[in-house]
């Protein structure tokens, strides 16, 4: 009696995906094969799109190669091997590809078996056991090349499928952020996705490589997080657990919500009482829980309370995305991204997302980015500009969050966002990066302390008809400006350091609270940075001081203006509702350094002595 051949277990969209993919283009056609660490389990496949093939060979490009880097960096999949297609006939891997296992093998000395998977179309016989049909013309033939004392040999591998896909689809959900992600999870590894459809409007679900032996764990985020529990029937067929589990949860749900009748009150059929209903387990207290995976290296520094948090976050781009990466790692439960703009190619080099996310929506592709790291994370998403959200909706936005981070090159929407933020109470941290990311800055607002526009001197504020707008933080883009992204990072560390500690309320513990307790009680509201030598201000005023070079802050001081519609004098502050009011030229003439008013035809006598304010460029 033969053996029984060792399982490769793929899931069901990796699955259709490679056999879409290869068979809309003539053989030979090739991609890579992700999976879990350690374990015969593929979860994703990479399709080589460019690269150079002939009817009879097939050579990954070196793009390939850094995809599978960045997925290896941003998730838990790894490296598992190669598939690409052959000519029909010829199921099998040919002598070449053996050789070029055997490379693989030995570039990849940490493998001890390389998929090696082979496509072929059209169909005239049964599959065997190592073989399965997919759309009734592909065959997809699974084996295992391995280095031994006489060379490379293979192993015929019995795939198995792992029907998420179909098992997400037959219970009326479908996956918002496209594929799922292998995360993982106290060292479990578990396929996450987020779904959404029969009754859920913002769930997770986390499938073991066992699935459907065992349960997905169902993670519900309408109102606070929990986790649904799924009676799981072995007596059904596999691929409608999942619907029948869920039936069961909802059937559950409406129990617990319909009214009960006292124990005393009128008898049931035959004349029984029903039983009382005894109440209902008392909530655990998430405000006290710790979050291991999150905090168990901030311990002391950040609260746990940090999970009931929501961050708005206006600009995904390398700012705004490296801001809310931080939040989430730190613990924040909720977030909600805007942004009208999607993944480019040149982004790549300044955010953090991936090849496979050039064409998606920037909000959807850093959500999906957020959840990779907790699936736990609550992400709310509008794909838009400030301009374009109705002011009544944006400022409810607002009102729900705990922190808005302004990261936008727009400066309209700054200072929009800045009045909605201070007259709704809500803390909010604006970070901007100077041209060619020379210097950059930071400008936190709460109640009681001065506004945006008033930390600025109001130079930033938009001009008048008439007169000529700079290139600057109110008008530049930074994705057209050049400049590091170390830099850029650097002043959006920083940012993000003190939204965190924004973040923190009283009685939240956490050492990061006081952070900010000096710089609110001297007003220092600004914090500008210089990331190269000699920079505007920087050298004149840390010039004598020794051991200064590159890599310099300063704290500024400010204090709210009483005629200031959003900070200033209660009586005289303005509803972001209305439409703002231009500035008037006297307002201007107030604010601007004797060489700001002469870049915009102004004059003014204000006295020379003074310091200028830093004239910055541009934000992502």
Known sequence: MAAPLPTLRITDYALQSLVEALGSRAPEQGGALLGIRGADVVTTFLHDVDAPVTAVEYHNTDALGRQIRQIETETEARFKGIVHSHPRGMPHPSSQDLYEYGRSLVLNPGMSQYLAVIVTFGTSRPPEAHEVIVDGNARVSCFGARSGRDGVGLVRLRPRQIPIMEAVRRAGLRFTEGEPVLVDIDGTPMICGQVEGAGYDDASLLFSADFPAVPPLLLDFAGAAQEEPLAWDLRVRPVDRLTRALEAARDYHRFRSAPHRPADGPAGPAGIDPAPVPPPAPEPDVTAAAEPPLFARTGGILSTRLRERRALVVGAGS?????????ARSGVGAFTLVDPDRVEPENLGRCGYLTADVGRSKVDALAGRLRAINPAVRVDRHAAAVDDLDRAALLTEVQGADLVVAATDDNRAQQRLNHLAYWSGTPA????????????????????????????????????????????????????????????????????????????????????????????????????????????????????????????????????????????????????????????????????????????????????????????????
């Open 319 to 327: 700012v705004g995305s490296y801001v809310a990466e931080v939040l």
């Open 429 to 620: 941290v604006f970070i901007g990066v100077y041209a060619r990311a020379a210097g950059g800055e930071v400008i936190v607002t709460y109640p009681g302390g001065p506004c945006w526009q008033c930390s600025t001197g109001n130079a930033r504020i938009d001009r008048a008809p008439g007169v000529r707008r700079g290139t600057d933080y109110a008008t530049g883009r930074l994705e057209a400006e050049p400049g590091l992204l170390t830099d850029i990072h650097f002043v959006s560390a920083a940012g993000a350091k003190l939204g965190l500690a924004l973040l923190h309320g009283d009685g939240d513990g956490g050492g990061l609270r006081a952070f900010l307790e000096e710089p609110r009680q001297r007003h220092m509201a600004t914090v500008a940075f210089a990331m190269v030598p000699r920079y505007e201000l920087f050298h004149r005023v840390l010039g004598r001081v020794p051991g200064q070079y590159a890599f310099q802050s300063i704290w500024m001081s400010a204090q709210p203006q009483p005629e200031c519609p959003v900070c200033g004098e209660p009586a005289g502050r303005s509803s972001p509702l209305a439409a703002p009011a231009p500035p008037s030229t006297e307002s201007l003439l107030r604010h601007l350094t004797p060489d700001q008013a002469a870049q915009f035809g102004l004059v003014t006598q204000r006295p020379p002595a003074e310091q200028p304010t830093l004239n910055p460029a541009g934000a992502d």
